[in-house]
């Protein structure tokens, strides 16, 4: 059965600090992974990554892709309140469906 | 448009009842997804549109759940009979559905609540 696995479903932590969210993976056809961050109602795009080792960053957010070991892993450096939101991670496999995670609650307090 | 619409953006039902929830994609995306989201809960893939091929059904929690898009741009997900653990928020989204390396771009969702 494909499926995506997230962790930790849930952090809470100090502003400024650094996180790292987890993602694996078991899916057929796997084509790209794309990070997800979903503050109210609408998950907006963070990255997709296809290759390994290749680093996506965007300013305090930077991601990175295992297609061996089938994990990625998104970190955020200087945590702000502002960070605090669901992160998801989805797989696409082939030309079709996304899968998503159960994805994790990150919670920045001041 | 510039971006995923759907409608309404709330609904609230009578148990029984049937619903029907619109999503317009982003112009030229030739895919569309619907999912749903429980409270607390990650994203449940419901279907999935590529084109005028045959729609990916196999998310489809019931025969009460149908979905249709016409013409390759609108699309509206049926309810029919409402229940109460119908409810959650709607997602729609959409991308180049083509390639498989194209992100997909969501609307602010439909939030169902059904009474």
Redesign the interface.
Known sequence: EDKVVQSPLSLVVHEGDTVTLNCSYEVTNFRSLLWYKQEKKAPTFLFMLTSSGIEKKSGRLSSILDKKELFSILNITATQTGDSAIYLCAVRQGAQKLVFGQGTRLTINP | GAGVSQSPSNKVTEKGKDVELRCDPISGHT?L?W?RQSLG???E?LI?F?GNSAP?KS?LPSDRFSAERTGGSVSTLTIQRTQQEDSA?Y?C?SSF?????A???????T?LTVV
Do not use: I, M, N
């Not at chain 2, 559905?97 to 390396?101: A, T």
């Not at chain 2, 992100?103 to 969702?109: D, I, K, L, P, V």
């Open positions: 895919a997804y999912y809960q990650g994203l893939f999935y590529q990916d998310g928020v997602l989204a559905g083509d390639r498989g390396h992100e997909a771009f969501f609307g602010q969702g939030r």
